[in-house]
């Protein structure tokens, strides 16, 4: 069975970094895709950053471009997403999602797989 789990949510200044990951088990991703998702409270979900496993090629939201970084990692089962310049705007809770086969998207209805969600609270 497929299980997503995030992690590296938390408290954080205006202006400061946090790096969430996501953990991916019990499927090859070889020919998917990962993106992350946060939604706040009274929000739409709203896709942030996406990538496809295979040639980690990549697409960001305008609302986070420049500031957030997805990534994967060496051990072909981590995805990263690097946020700098942290707002307070950017509170919410943070998903990772995957499907395969998959070219990377934003959409998040065309993700059959949903992590839990980490909360990333930008407060002074």
């Known amino acids: 069975q497929f299980h997503l789990v995030e992690s590296g949510g938390g408290l954080v200044q205006p202006g400061g970094s946090l790096r969430l990951s996501c953990e991916a088990s019990g499927m090859t991703l070889d020919y998917g895709a990962i993106a992350w998702f946060r939604q706040a409270p009274g929000n739409e979900r709203e896709g942030l950053a996406c990538?496809?496993?295979?040639?980690?090629?990549?697409d960001y939201a305008d609302s986070v471009k420049g500031r957030f970084t997805i990534s994967k990692g060496n051990d072909k089962k981590t995805v990263y997403l690097q946020m700098d310049s942290l707002k307070p705007e950017d509170t919410a809770v943070y998903y990772c999602a995957a499907d395969t086969p998959r070219s990377c998207s934003l959409i998040s209805w065309l993700y059959a797989y949903w992590g839990q969600g980490t909360q990333v609270a930008v407060s002074s």
């Open positions: 990538i496809n496993y295979r040639d980690a090629t990549t």
